[in-house]
């Protein structure tokens, strides 16, 4: 299953709640640096299934996680800067 959805919070504790949450739904996610474009607040997002985001969301809600975006993921999302660029 693709990790094509991105979370980004406004804090790492909510962002580590949400991990936790998530995995316990047994939804495949992956903790990952937050593109700087999508959130300057938080340095960590969170990836999962695009297809599973009404389903994480709601999970969100129901244990109290604020979440700042959630959005389809930019295609370099979670890879290191100058990732794939020629010098």
Do not use: H
């Not at 980004?8 to 504790?13: G, I, P």
């Not at 300057?40 to 700042?68: H, M, Y």
Request: hydrophobic letters at 35%; charged letters at 25%.
């Amino acid at each position: 299953m693709e990790l094509d959805g991105i979370i980004t919070f406004m804090s790492s504790y909510q962002a580590l709640r949400a991990e936790r949450a998530v995995k316990s739904a047994a939804i495949p996610t992956k903790m990952v640096p937050a593109p700087r474009d999508l959130s300057p607040t938080c340095a960590v997002a969170l990836r999962f299934p695009w297809g599973e985001s009404d389903r994480v969301q709601g999970l969100l809600t129901k244990q109290n996680i604020e979440l700042d975006r959630c959005c389809p993921c930019p295609e370099d999302a979670g890879r290191p800067a100058g990732w794939g660029k020629r010098r």
